[in-house]
């Protein structure tokens, strides 16, 4: 069975950071692409960051870009979404997601990793003003 489990999330001030945490079993991870999406309320998801298998290349949403840094560890299953600089607009539900194919040929979220297959349940971001 396939899962994903988020960790690390809470409530932090503007200007701070958190590191969120996804925990992958039931397929073979370090063939797999990850991604973070995010969804706030009254607003649609977004794709924030994705990291392929092989060699750990990352694309970003711009919003995120400079701030945000995605990383795996294959020996733990686990893949991290750092977030530094945090805004009040960065509140959301973040979730963690198998991607099915990462195009490498793009450095735009939408075209490197456009489809999700399992998706995570979600962790609470909140960013006071």
């Known amino acids: 069975e396939v899962q994903l489990v988020e960790s690390g999330g809470g409530l932090v001030q503007a200007g701070g950071s958190l590191r969120l945490s996804c925990a992958a079993s039931g397929f073979t991870f370090d063939a797999t692409p990850i991604a973070w999406f995010r969804q706030a309320p009254g607003k649609e998801r977004e794709g924030v960051a994705c990291i392929s298998n092989l060699y750990g290349r990352s694309v970003y949403a711009d919003s995120v870009k400079d701030r945000f840094t995605i990383s795996r560890d294959n020996a733990k299953n686990t893949v991290y979404l750092q977030m530094n600089s945090l805004k009040p607009e960065d509140t959301a539900l973040y979730y963690c997601?198998?991607?099915?194919?990462?195009?490498?040929?793009?450095?735009?979220?939408?075209?490197?990793?456009?489809?999700?297959?399992?998706w995570g349940k979600g962790i609470q971001v909140t960013v006071s003003a």
């Open positions: 997601a198998r991607i099915s194919m990462f195009y490498g040929n793009s450095y735009y979220f939408d075209e490197a990793c456009p489809h999700a297959d399992y």
